[in-house]
């Protein structure tokens, strides 16, 4: 059978933090404020993962009060994820992802982001889609108060009996 997930997050951008979005660390006058490395790219999409395995949530498998997790490489939870779908003896067909931030610039940085993910999911890396958008300059991310993103994630799973 082939299940979807759905992933969002969203992180505040503060000074004096780095910006890590999908793996890379991108040059920015502000960064992410999180128990993490807060790489809402990569949370969104460890959150779509585990929707479509029916699993509970990022939160779930690394508590932010945990300090083993602070200032983790969100790669980490992701590479969790797919220890999940295989523990399921499952295959990630794809996923596709959306980031919303008005600033900084994030196209030239999607390849890399790309190939981070792949990497940490264990996929080629043509089964990974990552999309930028702005805001608009509306509400909280037109401001450049946050950046979010959005996740949908294909997971092929063996049929299970009707019990
Ligand atoms: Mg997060």
Redesign the pocket.
């Known amino acids: 059978m082939n299940n979807v997930g759905i992933g969002y997050?969203v992180?505040q951008l503060v000074e004096g933090r780095k910006l890590v979005l999908g793996g890379v660390e991108i040059p920015h006058s502000k960064g992410l404020d999180?128990h993490s490395d807060?790489d809402?790219l990569m949370?969104a999409i460890c959150d779509a993962v585990l929707g479509a395995l029916g699993e509970s949530d990022i939160g779930h498998f690394f508590p932010n009060t945990d300090p083993r997790w602070s200032g983790a490489p969100s790669r980490v939870f992701l590479q969790e994820a797919a220890r999940q779908v295989v523990f399921r003896e499952g295959r990630i067909v794809n996923i596709d992802a959306t980031l919303i931030a008005q600033q900084p610039k994030i196209a030239p940085y999607i390849q890399a982001m790309k190939v981070n993910i792949a990497s940490a999911l264990g996929l080629n890396v043509n089964r990974v889609g990552i999309k930028a958008t702005t805001n608009e300059h509306m509400g909280f991310i037109g401001r450049e108060e946050g950046i979010a993103a959005m996740a949908v994630a294909s997971v092929e799973l063996p049929e299970l009996a009707t019990v």
């Open positions: 997050d992180h999180g807060a809402a949370h």
